[in-house]
């Protein structure tokens, strides 16, 4: 269950938002730049095509159907209010956007003094209001415990620390971390479903923030639990056949055997090379990859690397629902391109080859499914009374992807 927004006394203040009566008129266009680091940036963590600055976009589209709406992600993994400083022109002022989002905390918590975190704030504030920009200042995600280098303690004084500037400055707030912990306080479990690892959130965690941030500049609530994936879902493979290209693919059992014949029914010319990537239980491949570091493959060569990456995803009915979903979230995590990396992955449930389960079976495929939309990535399923064979359903599933190269 995504939470609801969570509004500050702050946030109600909306003298100084410009904005939302642009974006309900929409006669003009309106930017929007979110700023801030990786849990602002693209990457894997949400599958690498999307993050809360898009689905802040699509939500605000909802709200206000007329905004002509540009976002602009301006976030970049590892930084500090420090580095947000030096290149706050470049990134966000050129823009001449109407609102900068603004969230920086996770880093500066380990990298930077509470003074100089303040202070920073304080001057990048002033620096976009000076620009002509609304500003809305951003807590972050709730992170696990088990950080040592950002404990709970130091990095809750840190997010009081932007509840004051906020209130100091008169400007508004998003309070995403009280919004994690209402979500963590009503459910444990629903809470880590938003998270990817102990400190990034999954695109469920995202769209908690978006709603956040949503709700403050429109003071109405929406939900964007509905979004499907973006489509289509294998960009870089499609690029690749429209282009007779090779196409190198990387496929777990049973799949290696057909995805080729499968590939070539919508690209009969192509020249596809499958590699095959033994499946176990998800636990068992987890161990396994371990040993050969598995997340290696981010680290070969651009011609050694996969175009494709088909995950069989393992059923493991026998497996408790902790343990299934972490699985599925590494197994995930560690198949998505990253840091400059470009591959497609696609998961199929267990369904698609069998589709008469147990119902341990399916409870772990409902599991499966919650981790895949997690990555905000398109999957392969076998519909309700669908008696087509794994090869027909997967087939018929490339032939809707490769619709937009006809």
């Known amino acids: 269950m995504i939470a609801t927004a969570f509004l500050t006394a702050q946030a109600h203040d909306l003298a100084k938002l410009n904005i939302s009566t642009k974006l309900a008129d929409g006669r003009e266009p309106v930017k929007i730049v979110c700023f801030g680091a990786s849990t602002t940036g693209v990457y894997y963590h949400t599958g690498g095509r999307r993050v809360w600055c898009d689905m802040l976009g699509l939500a605000l589209q909802r709200i206000y159907p007329l905004a002509q709406l540009r976002m602009v992600n301006a ?3 590892g930084e500090t209010t420090q580095d947000a400083l030096k290149r706050i022109e470049a990134s966000v002022i050129v823009q001449k956007p109407q609102l900068v989002v603004v969230e920086f905390l996770l880093n500066d918590v380990v990298k930077l003094t509470l003074a100089d975190y303040r202070d920073n ?3 990048i504030i ?9 500003v809305i200042l951003c807590t972050p995600n709730l992170i696990y415990p088990d950080d040592p280098t950002r404990p709970l303690t130091r990095v809750e004084v840190y997010v009081e620390t932007v509840r004051q500037v906020a209130a100091n400055m008169h400007v508004p707030i998003a309070d995403c971390y009280r919004a994690f912990e209402e979500v963590r306080s009503n459910n444990v479990w629903s809470w880590m479903t938003l998270m990817d690892d102990s400190l990034h959130p999954n695109m469920l965690g995202h769209i908690v923030v978006a709603q956040e941030i949503a709700h403050v500049i429109s003071d109405r609530n929406v939900s964007l639990g509905n979004v499907p994936p ?5 960009p870089k493979t499609l690029a690749l056949l429209s282009k007779h290209m090779p196409v190198k693919v990387l ?15 919508i690209s009969p010319d192509a020249q596809i090379i499958v590699t095959p990537w033994k499946a176990k239980s998800s636990a068992e491949i987890r161990e396994e990859s371990k040993k050969r570091d598995w997340a290696a493959m981010w680290n070969l060569k651009e011609e050694e690397q996969p175009d494709l990456v088909i995950v069989a995803i393992p059923s ?12 599925y979230n590494w197994m995930l995590g560690t198949s998505l391109s990253f840091a400059g990396h470009d591959w497609d992955v696609v998961p199929i449930l267990p369904s698609v080859i069998k589709a008469k389960q147990p119902d341990a079976e399916r409870n772990s495929e409902k599991l499966a499914l919650k981790s895949i939309q997690a990555h905000d990535i398109g999957w392969i399923a076998r519909k309700p009374g669908d008696s087509s064979s ?6 018929r ?10």
Do not use: C, H
């Not at 002033?126 to 609304?134: C, M, R």
């Not at 973006?230 to 294998?234: E, L, N, Q, R």
């Not at 493991?316 to 299934?324: F, I, L």
């Not at 794994?390 to 087939?395: C, G």
């Open 75 to 77: 976030g970049i993994s």
């Open 121 to 123: 704030l304080v001057k």
């Open 126 to 134: 002033k620096a976009i209001q000076n620009s002509g920009s609304d």
């Open 230 to 234: 973006p489509f289509p879902s294998i």
């Open 251 to 265: 496929a777990m059992p049973p799949y290696d055997r057909f995805i080729k014949s499968a590939l070539l029914k």
């Open 316 to 327: 493991d009915s026998a497996a408790t629902s902790r343990e299934q979903f972490d699985s």
């Open 390 to 395: 794994s090869n027909e359903i997967v087939s």
């Open 397 to 406: 599933w490339l032939r809707i992807q490769a619709t937009p190269m006809r």
